[in-house]
């Protein structure tokens, strides 16, 4: 398996309180990335990292933030959490620029009530 | 129109039978074509990739691209319950700081 774990794993938090997932890898991957997935839309990219410090958004990024002032770490922030943004969020790191075979760490079930 | 199309299921098959899981795509820029696994309550893990047309074979595992339709299959043969997941097409193309674009998965159940 990848190197890359997630935590929390699992988190229930309020409406309107931030929240910060972390991905952390152990690949000295260059690519990193954040996706949520949610019945009937599949996996849907968030914000990603090409490099330490070089990150842009995906295409459902209002509302999160993120920021990777390492390359093993990856920090994904909701800065008010919504009951929209209650998703399994998954993180990926990839070293590949062709292909691009993506490893995805186990996820992280959040949910805001 | 969605850039890529794939049939939710659920598809329930008994055990030995074999499988056909399809995605229709729109953009014909797109180079490299994958299949990932999921099982319940894990991550994505790739399961097969090509970049052209035709057949690649795996084991019980059969990718087929036909770029000129904009369709990919993946075919399972044998089908046996440890199958039994969502699989995601997954597409790549050069030049976009290496994302993926998925399809929204196919959850297969394989029964005794």
């Known amino acids: 398996d990848a190197g890359i774990t997630q935590s929390p794993r699992h988190k229930v938090t309020e409406t309107g309180t931030p929240v910060t997932l972390r991905c952390h890898q152990t690949?000295?991957?260059?690519?990193m990335y954040w996706y949520r997935q949610d019945p009937g839309h599949g996996l849907r990219l968030i914000h990603y990292s090409y490099g330490v410090k070089d990150t842009d958004k995906g295409e459902v990024s209002d509302g999160y933030s993120v920021s990777r002032s390492k390359t093993e770490d990856f920090l994904l922030t909701l800065e008010s959490a919504t009951s929209s943004q209650t998703s399994v969020y998954f993180c990926a790191i990839s070293g590949r620029d062709s292909y691009n075979e993506q490893f995805f760490g186990p996820g992280t079930r959040l949910t805001v009530l | 129109q969605k850039e890529v199309e794939q049939d939710p299921g659920p598809l329930s098959v008994p055990e030995g039978a074999i499988v056909s899981l399809n995605c229709t795509y729109s953009n014909s820029a797109f180079q490299y074509f994958m299949w990932y696994r999921q099982y319940s309550r894990k991550g994505p893990e790739l399961l097969m990739y090509t970049y052209s047309s035709g057949n690649k074979e795996d084991g019980r595992f059969t990718a087929q691209v036909d770029k000129s339709s904009k369709y990919i299959s993946l075919f399972i043969r044998d089908s046996q319950p440890s199958d039994s997941a969502t699989y995601l097409c997954?597409?790549?193309?050069?030049?976009?700081?290496?994302?993926?674009?998925f399809g929204t998965g196919t959850r297969l159940q394989v029964t005794l």
């Open positions: 690949e000295n991957h260059r690519y």
């Open positions: 997954a597409f790549f193309k050069a030049g976009t700081a290496s994302k993926l674009t």
